[in-house]
């Protein structure tokens, strides 16, 4: 497969590696196979998260601004300045935060696993998550959401 023709989820997967693929195996009690369901199980739920929030007039706002600073390339503020989120990681960082939760509870619910595991595994997920959307962002100049998350709006 192409690296144009790749997947956001295989992106995902290619950036976690085999030994944080395994760390999450581990912490699920499951197998490769399994956690590499798990992972797709989670970035699908964190995109659809992420286009929900985008279309709701509460998030709308902040989901396009930390799209906008994702796809300008430009470093997040730093300190004091800055208001976005995990480890400076600016505006998506902490959208992608607070998104995680609710990602994470509806693969415990659907799969049956315990949350505070799914819990672990999408926080596990987010900056790999986030270093794809930027990887995407720096390729795609110009494109939206939907072309970050694979196209679709």
């Known amino acids: ?21 395994a760390e999450i195996a581990t ?17 699908s739920e964190l995109s659809g998260e992420l286009r929900q929030a985008a279309a709701e007039p509460a998030g709308a706002d902040e989901v396009k601004a930390a799209v906008d600073e994702v796809v300008s390339g430009e ?3 730093q300190g004091v300045a800055s208001f976005g989120g995990l480890a400076a990681g600016g505006l998506m960082a902490g959208v992608l935060a607070k998104l995680a939760r609710p990602a994470a509870h509806a693969v415990a619910k659907r799969t049956g696993l315990p949350p505070a595991t799914v819990n672990r595994a999408v926080d596990l997920l987010v900056p790999v998550v986030l270093a794809v ?3 995407r962002a720096a390729t795609k100049k110009g494109g939206g959401l939907g072309d ?3 196209g679709g709006k």
Do not use: C, Y
Not at 1 to 21: I, Y
Not at 27 to 39: C, E, F, Y
């Open 148 to 150: 970050l998350l694979d």
């Open 27 to 43: 912490l699920a009690g499951t197998d490769t196979a399994g956690a590499r369901a798990l992972v797709n199980g989670s970035v």
């Open 75 to 77: 470093p997040p503020l």
């Open 1 to 21: 497969m192409s690296e144009s023709s790749d997947s956001f989820q295989d992106e995902v997967l290619a950036e976690l590696g085999e030994d944080r693929l």
């Open 133 to 135: 959307l930027t990887k």
